[in-house]
C-alpha cells in the first residue's frame, strides 16, 4: 500500500555575514538594517513558508588575534529583530536561537511568551548550547562547563522553561467587567523548581500564550545532541544534507522517538540547504561555480586553511599547491570561537586527504578549500530544483529544509516566484496558509 505523499515545510534563514553570504555582490544589501530583515521575511511570507530563522552570534570571532569576515559581524539582538518582523508579517513563524548556556530560564521564557503573545501565536526557540571559554568570556558564565554538563543544563533549562510556560493554564483571567473580576484565582502562574543548576519560585508573569509554549527547535549533532532532540524538541536544525547522509539521519532520530514516548511526526527534520537556479541545469552549474569562487577568496581561502593547520599561513599563495607543512596540534588557538574548528578530529589525516585531493584533481588550495567546504546545495533550473526538493522530502531524507541564500536582502526572490509555484503544482506545498500558527504550520499538536 502506497503511504500518502508528505507536505514539504520550508523556511528562510537569515545568514548574517558568514561563508555563505556575498557581501561584497553588487546585489547585496546591508546585514544589520532592518529592511533587509523585512525584506526577505516578507519574501518568505508570501511564499508561505513555514517560517524564517534567524541564527544566533555571541562574539565576534577572531583570527590570529584579528576579526575575520567570515562570521556574524553586527547581528542585532534575536528578539528585538524576531518582534519588529512579527509587526510586519502575520503568518510567518518567528524562530530564534537562544543560547542556554548563558541566559536565565525565568527570562527567556518571558521573552518567549512576549513573542508568542505578540505574534499570534509564531514563535520559536531553537536552544543551542555554547562550546568554547572563548564565547563565555563575555558573560559571567565564562565557558566552563563541559560538553556532558552543557546539555544537562540546556535540558534543565528547557524543563524549567516549559514549567514557566505551563504555569499559566490558560483560563486564569476571566475580565469580567460587570463583577470587577479579572482573575478567577489569586495566585496565577505559581512555579518552584530546584535543581543543581536552578533554584528559582515565584509567579511567571506572562499569561498563557497562543501556541502554550513555542515550537522547540534544537540544532546539536552529537549523541547527546540527538537524544536531546528527540526527547525534547519539536523540530531538529540538521546539517545532514545531502541525500544519504540525510537518510541516515532521519532514520537515526526518528528512530529515538519511540523510547521518550514520542510518534515519528512529532518532530520535524529540517537540514540548511543553499541554492543556485538557471534557465537550465547547465547554467545553474556556470552561475555556482561564479557564487563558490565569491565565496572563498584566496583570503578566505587562507583563513580556512589556517583553521585546519592551526597556524599561520599568511605567506602561501592561496592559488598555489596545499602546504607541505604539518599543522600544529592542540584545539582552536589559532582560530577563536569557531566551532568549525571541531570537525578536524585528526588534523594530519584531513591535511593528507587534503593533498591527496590536490593531486588527484590537479587542484590548488583555494579550489581543494572550495570542494571541501562546499555545502549541499540545489543547483538547476527551478524544474530540477523543485523536483530534487521533492524527492529528499518523499523519500525520508528531510521533512523539508531552511534555505540559506547566499545574496541579503534578495536572494530568496527567485525561489519564492520560480521553485515554489512548482512544488504547489505537484501539490506538496501550501498555496495559502491554512493556520495562524507555527504549530499548525508545521502539522504539530499543542502542548498538553
Avoid at 602546504?323 to 582552536?332: R, T
Amino acid at each position: 500500500m502506497s503511504r500518502p505523499t508528505k507536505q514539504i515545510h520550508l523556511a528562510a534563514h537569515f545568514p548574517g555575514v558568514n561563508n555563505t553570504t556575498v557581501w561584497s555582490d553588487p546585489a547585496a544589501g546591508s546585514q544589520i538594517d532592518f529592511s533587509s530583515f523585512a525584506h526577505l521575511a516578507r519574501v518568505a511570507e508570501r511564499a508561505k513558508f513555514d517560517f524564517f530563522f534567524l541564527a544566533e552570534g555571541l562574539r565576534l570571532r577572531e583570527q590570529n588575534g584579528r576579526i575575520h569576515d567570515l562570521d556574524v559581524v553586527g547581528r542585532p539582538d534575536t528578539f528585538t529583530v524576531l518582534a519588529a518582523i512579527a509587526a510586519v508579517t502575520e503568518r510567518l513563524g518567528l524562530a530564534g536561537t537562544i543560547n542556554s548556556t548563558f541566559n536565565e530560564p525565568y527570562e527567556v521564557a518571558r521573552q518567549f511568551a512576549s513573542l508568542d503573545h505578540l505574534s499570534a501565536g509564531r514563535a520559536a526557540w531553537n536552544v543551542v548550547t555554547s562550546w568554547d571559554a572563548f564565547t563565555g568570556e563575555n558573560f559571567r558564565r565564562g565557558g566552563y562547563l563541559a560538553e556532558q554538563d552543557r546539555y544537562e543544563r540546556a535540558r534543565r533549562f528547557l524543563q524549567t522553561a516549559r514549567e514557566l510556560f505551563d504555569s499559566w493554564r490558560g483560563d486564569e483571567i476571566v475580565a469580567d467587567k460587570a463583577s470587577g473580576q479579572f482573575l478567577r484565582e489569586p495566585r496565577p502562574g505559581t512555579f518552584a523548581h530546584h535543581d543543581d543548576f536552578f533554584d528559582i519560585s515565584g509567579q511567571f508573569n506572562v499569561p498563557r500564550s497562543p501556541q502554550g509554549r513555542p515550537v522547540i527547535f534544537q540544532a546539536g549533532d552529537s549523541e547527546a545532541g540527538r537524544e536531546f532532540a528527540a526527547s525534547s524538541a519539536d523540530a531538529i536544525f540538521s546539517r545532514h544534507s545531502t541525500f544519504e547522509d540525510g537518510q541516515a539521519f532521519y532514520a537515526d532520530i526518528k528512530g529515538r522517538l519511540a523510547k521518550f514516548g514520542r510518534r515519528p511526526d512529532e518532530l520535524v527534520v529540517l537540514p540548511a540547504a543553499t541554492f543556485v537556479l538557471g534557465d537550465t541545469d547547465a547554467e545553474a552549474r556556470e552561475r555556482a561555480e561564479v557564487i563558490r569562487h565569491q565565496q572563498v577568496s584566496g583570503a578566505t581561502a587562507i583563513l580556512f586553511a589556517e583553521q585546519l593547520w592551526n597556524r599561520d599561513l599568511s605567506a602561501y599563495d592561496p592559488d598555489g599547491p596545499v602546504p607541505e607543512v604539518d599543522p600544529l596540534p592542540g584545539e582552536n588557538t589559532i582560530s577563536k570561537g569557531r566551532a568549525s574548528v571541531r570537525m578536524f578530529d585528526d588534523r594530519l589525516d584531513t591535511v593528507r586527504r587534503w593533498r591527496e585531493l590536490s593531486e588527484a584533481k590537479k587542484l590548488s588550495l583555494r579550489e581543494v578549500v572550495i570542494e571541501v567546504t562546499g555545502r549541499q546545495s540545489f543547483i538547476g533550473s527551478a524544474a530540477t530544483v523543485a523536483e530534487t526538493i521533492n524527492r529528499f522530502v518523499q523519500q525520508d531524507a528531510s521533512d523539508g529544509f531552511i534555505l540559506v541564500p547566499h545574496i541579503v536582502p534578495g536572494g530568496l526572490d527567485e525561489f519564492a516566484d520560480q521553485v515554489v509555484p512548482l512544488l504547489q503544482e505537484r501539490g506538496v506545498f501550501r498555496s495559502d496558509y491554512t493556520g495562524t500558527t507555527l504549530r499548525e504550520h508545521l502539522g504539530l499538536e499543542l502542548p498538553g
